[in-house]
Nanobody, 126 residues
Framework: QVQLVESGGGLVQAGGSLRLSCAASGRTFSAYTMGWIRQAPGKEREFVGAISRGGGSTYYADSLKDRFTISRDNAKNTVYLQMNSLKPEDTAVYCC???????????????????WGQGTQVTVSS
């Protein structure tokens, strides 16, 4: 079981940037695909993006792929979410997620994740 701790959230003005980090426990971090989901107040959880085990492949929600970038450092057991040109509608709790072990490709939806962390709040002011 991989334990996840997200950090890096906060308050930022529209147009700004933030980089979120997710530290994972366990010695098999590189065996998992990873990703991010988010949930805004009063809305359903939303797929943000995902990254392959080695980091060579990524997949994003169409509406976010031009502004968000996911990367990982397997030596540090950490996955990152770089968010640029932030908009007020990006305000949400952002959660790091672990890909299901029976899904071999890079996750493409929330259904491809098996678990996620508590999340970190991102608030974008207009």
């Amino acid at each position: 079981q991989v334990q996840l701790v997200e950090s890096g959230g906060g308050l930022v003005q529209a147009g700004g940037s933030l980089r979120l980090s997710c530290a994972a426990s366990g010695r098999t971090f590189s065996a998992y695909t990873m990703g991010w989901i988010r949930q805004a107040p009063g809305k359903e959880r939303e797929f943000v993006g995902a990254i392959s085990r080695g980091g060579g492949s990524t997949y994003y929600a169409d509406s976010l792929k031009d502004r968000f970038t996911i990367s990982r450092d397997n030596a540090k057991n950490t996955v990152y979410l770089q968010m640029n040109s932030l908009k007020p509608e990006d305000t949400a709790v952002y959660c790091c997620a672990v890909g299901r072990s029976d899904v071999f490709r890079t996750p493409r939806s929330i259904a491809d994740f098996g678990s996620w962390g508590q999340g970190t709040q991102v608030t974008v002011s207009s």
